[in-house]
């Protein structure tokens, strides 16, 4: 019986993956994954098993990883950011639940894009934050409205991932639209698409001006709260310290 690791390859450079999922990688016999995550890796696939597939073969993908494990082989299951964070390692689980599988499975964790898009930003997460994705390919979009408006009235910083797509080009809208019923539109937003790639943007603007940028499916979007405010093209959401103690000056 061999083993899966899930492994999460950060946000893309080579440089911001961690050295155990660096070292998953290179002692696996198979190495599977969806292409444009496999293309960043490359270098390190030489002399390996490589199963790539494009998007929405999620399932297929993870199956073909039992299948491996089953016959003996140490798999590699590569996900782009962290594997526990919209990636494999839930559907994973969810398949060897399925299964009744015996087989190992650990899960490496990786560089989040949430984390690896505010440390760009500046300090936009340094106080309750939450994360929503506006995919509705599984999830109703009546599930990911109310949640918006549950985050938004909260006053959480609210990190969206998958903001937009040639099929959900409006859905960003929506969703900008929402949390303004509960924040100014001076309210300060991050804008990180293909972070620490070579092709890396990153964007500060507001609530009302968010939709003139460019954003897509490999854009992170960072909302403050009521507290965010900018300094120098950087995002602040202060913790609460000035508040409590003399700041030094």
Known sequence: MGMINVVGTG??????????????IQDADVVIGYATYLDLIT????????ISSQMMQEVQRCTLAFEEAEAGASVAVVS???PGIYAMAGLIYEIAVER???VEINVIPGLAALNSCAARLGAPLMHDF???SLSDLLTPWEVIEKRLHAAASADFVIAIYNPKSKRRESHIEKARDIVAQYRPLTTPVGI?????????????TTLADMLDQEINMQSCVLIGNESTYTWRNKMVTPRGYAGKYQLAK
């Open 11 to 24: 946000p893309g450079s080579v440089a911001n993956i961690t050295p155990e999922a660096l070292q998953c």
């Open 43 to 50: 270098e390190y696939l030489a002399d390996k098993k490589v």
């Open 80 to 82: 782009g950011g962290d």
């Open 100 to 102: 009744d599988s015996d």
């Open 130 to 132: 939450v994360a929503i």
């Open 192 to 204: 990180v698409t293909a972070a620490t790639r070579d092709n890396e943007q990153i964007v500060v």
